[in-house]
């Protein structure tokens, strides 16, 4: 029947979808979601009832002309066949997954003048509507998730079923450079591909790795555009959180150098002799590193150094100013000469690092110093390294405890703390949640470290700490130079 067909022919509704895959990660790839080519902008007419009506009224004609006899029985077959058609085609549903994706609906007819907005839930009766995401709308009722006003672009984005401009959708979805602050660009292959500080999770573009983007020489991330690090004055950077706790001069750290020898006395290693303390410069130091003939500082880059040798090394005696430009100006030094009256000269410091950072570092190097002076002789390089380093991680965890606890014991020593020294505080006191942080980041490099003394020696001397207790660990690298 030519009016069966007609029925089933259906229409041409357009459909619109968007797509959005991704995942975050170290290194995360973020695919930008396929925008529609149909926009929502084909309105729809209602003359298909129009033609069903006529095509209905010209085949009950024909069939009257004909003066043919209507078998009873296939015209209840016909018409069941066409209930259960019909019934199909009103009810077709179109399903949505749970990533953005939205399937491609069939086109399908409405035989009903009744139409509910998927947006507001009335009827649509002017006869104008929108068909796309698997339902009709109003077209002031298709609005953006983003910033609710009507999409009337050609092509929009979904995501979670819900519709969005493409300028909002990236505005909200897609990632952001934490250093330039741009949009994340897409890589060759259209993928969208960024880098993460894996301790701090800062987000960059891959190219700052190549564009000498400034780090932060301590805590290592990058610097934003829209912030201005402090330089010093052998070319370091040192981000504004860092420079609040920074120790810049050698009496600045004589509070930080007792504080150190105390916490070896408590371990029963008290360093009975007198070792000077010196704050120095990048250039200071490396000089000092290549006179020394048996020296041991610490890797890879050089900020820390136990001596054995008579020399003259070039001292800060004075902290220095920030200047224009957040340059470190008016640094002042002095030659200072150091004697041989044990088997430790100086431990040297590099300047310019935060107090924790610089107390971690002085810890190892004391370690160096208190073997020494103890006799310990042939042992192998990566034991040495390795138990200095248990040391320093052994002290920045009994900071990390003072410093959780701090917060509550610091506000009713505020007062008598006020009329003390001028110096940073040692033990207690207000500690930012930065520092805290900063704490757990030195924690976690001296954890990962992957070096073959420094990382592969630290990890053999905590498991043997923790096994046999420091004491009998440190007897037996005596006897045997190695880790028990």
């Known amino acids: 029947m030519g009016w069966l067909k007609k029925i089933f022919k259906g229409s041409t509704h357009g459909t619109c979808e968007g797509q959005y895959r991704g995942k975050y990660d170290v290194n995360v790839v973020w695919n930008e979601p396929s925008k529609t080519s149909e926009g929502p902008s084909q309105y729809k007419d209602e003359d298909e009832d129009e033609d069903l009506d006529h095509a209905i009224a010209v085949s009950l004609s024909e069939e009257e002309c004909k003066g043919k006899a209507i078998d009873k029985k296939p015209q209840i077959e016909e018409d069941e066949q066409l209930a259960r058609a019909l019934h199909d085609s009103l009810n077709a549903s179109y399903p949505f997954n749970n990533i953005g994706q939205i399937y491609r609906p069939s086109p399908f007819s409405f035989l009903s003048t009744f139409r509910r907005c998927a947006g507001c839930h009335r009827e649509i009766t002017d006869g104008r509507f929108l068909s796309c995401m698997g339902a009709i709308w109003h077209p002031e009722c298709l609005r953006c998730y983003g910033c609710n006003n009507p999409i009337s672009d050609n092509e929009f984005s979904v995501h979670g079923n819900r519709p969005y401009h493409a300028s909002c959708y990236r505005e909200l979805r897609q990632p952001k450079c934490d250093v330039c602050k741009s949009f994340i660009p897409s890589n060759v292959f259209g993928l969208i591909e960024y880098k993460a500080h894996p301790f701090w999770q800062q987000k960059y573009c891959p190219s700052h790795d190549y564009d000498h983007t400034p780090r932060c020489c301590s805590c290592e991330r990058m610097e934003p555009r829209d912030m201005k690090y402090i330089t010093l004055d052998d070319g370091r950077k040192l981000c504004l959180e860092c420079l609040d706790s920074v120790i810049m001069d050698t009496n600045e750290c004589q509070p930080l150098f007792q504080f150190i020898k105390e916490f070896y006395e408590g371990l029963n290693m008290k360093i009975e002799q007198q070792i000077p303390l010196l704050l120095v410069e990048r250039q200071a130091l490396n000089e000092a590193m290549e006179s020394e003939r048996n020296g041991t500082h610490h890797l890879p880059e050089t900020r820390g150094l136990c001596l054995a040798e008579e020399q003259i090394v070039s001292v800060i005696s004075r902290r220095p100013t920030i200047g224009p430009g957040n340059m470190i100006t008016d640094i002042l030094t002095r030659p200072y000469r150091l004697v041989r009256q044990c088997e430790v000269t100086a431990i040297l410091i590099l300047y310019g690092l935060p107090r924790l950072l610089t107390g971690t570092i002085l810890a190892h190097e004391m370690m160096h110093g208190w073997m020494r002076l103890q006799g310990f002789r042939g042992i192998n390089?990566?034991?040495?390294?390795?138990?200095?380093?248990?040391?320093?991680?052994?002290?920045?965890?009994?900071?990390?405890?003072?410093?959780?606890?701090?917060?509550?014991?610091?506000?009713?020593?505020?007062?008598?703390?006020?009329?003390?020294?001028?110096?940073?505080?040692?033990?207690?006191?207000?500690?930012?949640?930065?520092?805290?942080?900063?704490?757990?980041?030195?924690?976690?490099?001296?954890?990962?470290?992957?070096?073959?003394?420094?990382?592969?020696?630290?990890?053999?001397?905590?498991?043997?700490?923790?096994?046999?207790?420091l004491r009998q660990t440190l007897n037996h690298i005596r006897r045997t130079g190695i880790f028990p």
Not at 384 to 392: H, N, P, S
Not at 393 to 422: P, R, V
Not at 443 to 467: H, P
């Open 381 to 469: 390089h990566a034991v040495e390294e390795g138990i200095c380093q248990v040391l320093a991680h052994m002290w920045l965890e009994a900071e990390i405890a003072a410093g959780s606890s701090s917060n509550s014991a610091s506000s009713s020593s505020s007062s008598s703390s006020s009329s003390s020294s001028s110096s940073r505080p040692t033990r207690k006191g207000i500690r930012s949640q930065f520092e805290k942080k900063f704490a757990l980041f030195i924690k976690y490099q001296m954890e990962s470290d992957t070096s073959q003394a420094y990382g592969d020696g630290f990890r053999a001397g905590l498991r043997a700490v923790q096994t046999y207790g």
